[in-house]
């Protein structure tokens, strides 16, 4: 079975741009959670989708938002990008919500100058 | 709240000894665990999960980790380290918050295995 796939693997964007990221998690899995990997904060919980809908959500700004698809796929958007936002965004797939063990993508590494 | 705490920032170990990543948790109610390993430029690979059951769990790549519910702790060991072991161990906990799953991840070990 082919892991969670997740693309771009890397991304520019400048200040105040905004950027969208694409998570394909592993086939039969519905729920999609993100996470956001910086040195200074270390790995951290954005939102968690199951069946098109958010589920649960960090501690993070409006800038940060995501949406499901009906077959599982799921986006995360950035708007008005900060500098501070530069980071490895992880995506993880589960079968289900409820404590199913959480499957990482490799990541899209964004640098925002 | 739950929290989880990972006392090591770098483990160092010689090839072929035994060796232990630390971690101890906070959690109310019974806890959810896991152990995930990053690679340079890699997503995190999971490794082993404690729901219930035995205390000793054992995971990918010969690791195993022990549940000890009085020490709040869930230490990663393996027998003999390899120098392919080296990389950096996250541990994890899941959210207790009904209907929650998101994992609430300590600050991360690096553990380098020295030839």
């Known amino acids: 079975k082919a892991g969670v796939t997740q693309t771009p693997r890397y991304l520019i964007k400048t200040r105040g741009q905004q950027v969208t990221l694409s998570c394909s998690p592993i086939s039969g899995h519905r729920s999609v959670s993100w996470y956001q990997q910086t040195p200074g904060q270390g790995l951290q919980f954005l939102f968690e989708?199951?069946?098109?809908?958010?589920?649960n959500k960090g501690n993070f700004p409006g800038r940060f938002s995501g949406r499901q698809f009906s077959n599982s796929r799921s986006e995360m958007n950035v708007s008005t990008l900060e500098l501070g936002d530069s980071a490895l965004y992880l995506c993880?797939?589960?079968?289900?919500?409820?404590?199913?063990?959480?499957?990482f993508g490799p990541g899209t590494r964004l640098l925002v100058l | 709240a739950q929290s989880v705490a990972q006392p090591e920032d770098q483990v160092n170990v010689a090839e072929g000894n035994p060796l232990t990543v630390k971690c101890t948790y906070s959690?109310?109610?019974?806890?959810?665990l896991f152990w995930y390993v990053q690679y340079p430029n890699r997503g995190l690979q999971f490794l082993l999960k404690y729901i219930t059951g035995d205390n000793l769990v054992k995971g990918s790549y010969g690791f195993e980790a022990e549940f000890n519910k009085s020490q709040t702790s869930f230490h990663l060991k393996k027998p003999s380290a390899l120098v392919s072991d080296s990389a950096l161990y996250f541990c994890?906990?899941?959210?207790?918050?009904?209907?929650?799953?998101?994992?609430?991840f300590g600050t991360g070990t690096r553990l380098t295995v020295i030839p």
């Open positions: 959690v109310s109610g019974n806890p959810y």
């Open positions: 989708y199951f069946s098109e809908t958010q589920r």
């Open positions: 994890a906990v899941r959210a207790t918050q009904t209907g929650a799953n998101n994992l609430f």
């Open positions: 993880a797939s589960s079968l289900e919500p409820s404590g199913g063990t959480q499957y």
